[in-house]
């Protein structure tokens, strides 16, 4: 069954979101991955669809249930990722980029599995960089007054200087705002509670929000979507 649409404030617009962490895989089996869980870009997807959007969720290796309500579109790799962006950013309103995407992928995936009698005591691995697709998203905005949202998930200890650091990201992006938040070993992965700041492209505070992944979700909306 649909789920309840709360109110109508996005009615008529599509909005995506991309959450999770892109795996860049070695061999068959293995991967190159990181600790996002999609928590928090799942309850941008779900706060969008409470009000009513058209809502498209870019799905990088989910540990958290996909929402009742929004179309799924499975991107696991950085590679998959920029391709599903693209395409459903061609006619999106608002698109904001959650997921972590890996910067580098290996250079080489191996068809079968790697052993270690092949490999020897030490394996070295190389990596290439991986396309920007929030940068790529910034640069086309195929559609007349789309939004391009992204995350920096920086480990920053310092307020200001995560301000900082958030401000030249947003002006090499070129994205409309930027959610940034304070991740570490112990704080901003999975279903916690979380703290953000959003600057606009010209690196004001324009919102701030702390609490459950839910209530934050709908905070930064209220800055990036208003009605
Ligand atoms: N992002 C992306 N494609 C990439 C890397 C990042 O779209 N290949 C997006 C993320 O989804 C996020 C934003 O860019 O919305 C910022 O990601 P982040 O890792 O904080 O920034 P980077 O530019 O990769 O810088 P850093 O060297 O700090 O990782
Ligand atoms: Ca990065």
């Given at each position: 069954s649909e789920p309840p649409v709360?109110?109508?404030?996005?009615?008529g617009r599509k909005v995506v979101v991309s959450a999770g962490g892109t795996r860049e895989p070695l061999d068959p089996v293995r991967f190159l991955g990181n600790a996002s869980t999609g928590s928090q870009g799942v309850a941008l997807a779900e706060a969008a669809r409470d009000r009513g959007a058209d809502v498209v969720l870019l799905a990088a290796n989910l540990e958290v249930p996909v929402p009742v309500g929004v179309r799924v579109v499975a991107a696991p790799t950085a590679e998959a990722m920029l391709a599903a962006a693209v395409a459903e950013a061609a006619d999106a309103d608002l698109v904001i980029m959650a997921a972590a995407v890996a910067d580098y992928r290996p250079a080489e995936v191996a068809q079968a599995k790697l052993k270690k009698d092949d490999l020897g005591d030490v394996l070295t691995v190389e990596l290439v960089r991986n396309p920007d697709v929030l940068a790529r998203l910034a640069a086309d905005?195929?559609?007349?007054g789309q939004v391009v949202v992204g995350f920096a998930a920086e480990t920053e200890p310092d307020p200001d200087r995560r301000l900082a650091l958030g401000r030249q990201k947003i002006a090499r992006k070129g994205a409309d705002y930027l959610v940034l938040n304070e991740v570490g070993f112990d704080r901003g992965f999975g279903p916690g509670e979380t703290a953000v700041t959003v600057i606009d492209r010209d690196g004001r505070v324009v919102g701030e929000a702390s609490g459950g992944k839910p209530s934050v979700a709908a905070a930064i909306l209220d800055v990036v979507a208003p009605a």
């Open positions: 709360v109110d109508d404030r996005l009615a905005r195929p559609r007349h």
